[in-house]
């Protein structure tokens, strides 16, 4: 009822009354069109929002044309659309890995003057940071993620442990926790090990949080983060075998149904685990992902920004959409109707929003210290060559060390030894 009345508060705030506008004008000078994959919840949150902007713009309407959830599915329909120089949209949701490389080729424009320098402080810098190409904004961020670590506050509290902070606390207690409830179902840690995006994320976040990387830093190091996710599995004996199939859903599924103590996921499972029915409701704590002893925690940057093809023949009204959706009034809007965690900084200092939203407060320091995925437009190419190396690292079948030499000679062969500084700046 709270978040439900906070809706209805900041729908006033924004004048859009949360129902459809009324007419729109019968011959619109412009019409903007506005491509992005499909988002969960209540479709007309956003809808409204768009009409809103309509009212305040008479002339223009924006026709909103969804892509398929797959962000794979969404990147190739961007890819052959935008590299002909022509694109049949004038705005496009994108997600934080993409925006190098369709900045490298030309496809999307800067977006220096729509969010000036002044104006990016009071944003999330890991956001700013993966859509800054070259020293310019190609991109304005619209929501953020990041992972997190889910536990069971019931268990933990059952057997007096207080959730991990280190790797080896949650190995520690997760073998504690299941010698104690003796029950089969029920397993340590559940994980993204399957051979896609949410391997490379989770592998990073390891390797980061013991103060390396896969593609460079302390060699060692990096081998002893590639261990570790296979001894969760061989060794310590806390991860299901069936690890190597998992990923997002599949976790959220074992972990909702009460068969696991700890999880790593995306904050978008919390509310799904709140709801009437769940069996976890009221049981669930979140905290920030452990880390190696003498190093923080790295979560992995996620989330969507807003950019414009540079074909656009609407460059300076697509800007005024583009500042309009990620405003402080149509953020809170999206935070509250669609659970969506806002990329400005201040909201999470918003008493209303963080009353009808507690899980703000917990999230705001993971978000501050959200690391992106290297910032380089070879990205993709580095994860493709990547997710089968560390793949075979789960499952058994290369020593980390052989996946991380496959790994860094992939690298070289990628982007050239003379590209090297370019290719993994940020890392």
Same mark, same amino acid.
């Given at each position: 009822?709270?978040?439900? =009345? ?12 949360? *129902? ?15 491509? %992005? ?47 002909? @120089? ?8 994108? /997600? ?12 999307? *424009? ?42 069971? #506050? ?5 057997? @007096? ?7 080896? /606390?949650?190995? %520690? ?12 179902? &029920? ?16 592998? $990073?976040?390891?390797? %980061?949080?013991? @103060? ?8 060692? #190091?990096?081998?002893?983060? $590639? ?18 199939? *998992? ?37 669930? @704590? ?11 925690? *790295?979560?992995? &940057? ?11 023949? %609407? ?5 005024? $959409? ?6 402080? /009034? ?14 400005? =900084? /201040? ?38 060559? $990547? ?21 860094? =000679? ?18």
């Amino acid at each position: 009822m709270m978040i439900a =009345r906070a809706v209805v508060t900041f729908c006033a705030a924004l004048a859009l009354g949360c *129902a459809p506008a009324g007419d729109r004008p019968h011959d619109p000078n412009i019409v903007l069109v506005f491509k %992005h994959g499909k988002l969960s919840g209540d479709g007309a949150i956003l809808s409204n929002i768009l009409r809103e902007f309509e009212r305040r713009h008479p002339g223009i309407v924006v026709r909103e044309e969804l892509l398929p959830s797959s962000s794979d599915r969404q990147h190739q329909y961007y890819a052959m659309n935008l590299d002909g @120089g022509q694109a049949p949209f004038d705005l496009l949701g994108v /997600d934080t890995i993409w925006v190098q490389e369709f900045a490298k080729a030309g496809w999307i *424009a800067s977006l220096e003057k729509v969010l000036p320098p002044a104006e990016r402080e009071q944003f999330f810098p890991g956001p700013i940071k993966a859509a800054t190409f070259k020293g310019q904004l190609y991109a304005v961020p619209w929501y953020i993620d990041a992972g997190v670590l889910y536990y069971r #506050r019931d268990l933990l509290d059952r057997h @007096g442990v207080a959730p991990p902070k280190t790797w080896p /606390d949650l190995v %520690h207690a997760a073998q504690r926790i299941l010698d104690a409830e003796r029950d089969p179902r &029920l397993a340590g840690f559940v994980w993204q090990g399957k051979q896609y995006e949410g391997l490379v994320c989770f592998a $990073l976040e390891v390797l %980061h949080s013991n @103060g390396s990387d896969l593609w460079g830093g302390d060699r060692a #190091r990096a081998e002893a983060g $590639l261990r570790f996710l296979r001894e969760t599995v061989a060794g310590h004996r806390i991860t299901p075998v069936s690890v190597g199939m *998992a990923d997002e859903e599949s976790t959220r599924q074992i972990f909702g149904s009460g068969r696991a103590l700890f999880m790593r996921n995306w904050p978008y499972a919390w509310s799904l685990f709140q709801r009437e029915g769940s069996l976890v409701r009221g049981k669930v @704590g979140i905290a920030p992902l452990p880390s190696f002893p003498g190093y923080p925690s *790295a979560p992995v &940057l996620g989330g969507w920004m807003l950019a414009v093809p540079r074909a656009s023949a %609407h460059q300076q009204e697509v800007g005024e $959409l583009i500042r309009f959706l990620t405003s402080p /009034d149509a953020q809170r809007l999206v935070a509250l109707g669609l659970g969506y965690n806002p990329t400005r =900084r /201040d909201l999470y200092a918003d008493e209303s929003l963080v009353g009808a939203r507690p899980l703000l407060k917990d999230l705001y320091p993971i978000f501050l210290e959200a690391r992106p995925r290297p910032v380089t437009p070879y990205y993709l190419l580095l994860s493709q060559a $990547l997710q089968p190396e560390v793949s075979a690292v789960v499952v058994g079948r290369k020593t980390p060390r052989e996946a991380l030499d496959a790994v860094r =000679r992939q690298l070289t062969r990628i982007v050239g030894s003379s590209d090297l500084p370019v290719a993994v700046e940020g890392l």
